[in-house]
């Protein structure tokens, strides 16, 4: 990769079941062909101890589990996540795409959980320290046809089981957040066809860069 080219840092987000995973892959596949060192990385997860912790925050036996332990312990994954592999691969040039960021921790548990946008994005600031996306997509989905995507799973993990209205609630968050950042997120319907889809973060990012 050429050594004049910076860093850059998309983030796809979205409902469950609205197709993030294979836009991420052919957008990596389109910045690869553009010269760029790609990291795909994912959240909760991404890191030894993001992935330890993933296992914790997804799984169906912890229904108790409070709201603050959850936004803390997806905290704690985005922190380590941002400083072994986000800002270093970002201070070498490379392009990072990740599958959710902190708009998830707005919309889960701001949102949905109850617990103030304001409050999880000031939580969040320990977390990234000012790293924000350049570019974020929002695959956006209705909730009634993100279970129905869904279903074909042999097991829902604790968030996906949560109660329809939580995920309308997510479904609305996300939608929300589109219009009070529309500099930074593209609101893009989840249900067109793939390759619609893919032209037009395609469009975006190749203005990016």
């Known amino acids: ?49 993001g992935e330890a912790v993933r296992e914790i925050l997804l799984n169906p036996e912890f229904k108790e589990m409070d709201p603050t332990t959850e936004l803390l312990l997806y905290t704690a994954a985005r922190a380590q996540l941002m400083a072994q592999v986000i800002r270093p691969a970002l201070e070498a040039g490379k392009a990072v795409i990740s599958d959710r960021f902190i708009d998830s921790a707005l919309v889960y548990q701001g949102i949905a959980r109850g617990l103030g946008v304001d409050n999880v994005y000031n939580v969040n600031q320990y977390a990234v320290q000012g790293c924000m996306p350049d570019m974020t997509f929002l695959l956006d989905l209705t909730a009634e046809e993100g279970i129905k995507r869904k279903k074909n799973q042999k097991e829902l993990d604790r968030m996906e089981q949560e109660k329809l209205s939580f995920h309308r609630q997510v479904s609305d968050g996300y939608r929300s957040l589109a219009d009070k950042y529309p500099e930074r997120i593209t609101k893009i319907d989840a249900t067109l066809p793939i390759a619609d889809i893919y032209a037009i973060i395609e469009a975006q990012v190749q203005a990016l860069i």
Do not use: C, W
């Open 1 to 49: 990769m050429a050594d004049n080219k910076k860093g850059i840092f998309i983030t796809m987000e979205g409902p469950d079941g609205s197709g993030k995973t294979t836009q991420i892959h052919l957008l990596s596949e389109f910045l690869k062909k553009n010269n760029y060192d790609v990291i795909i990385t994912r959240e909760p997860g991404g890191t030894n101890i």
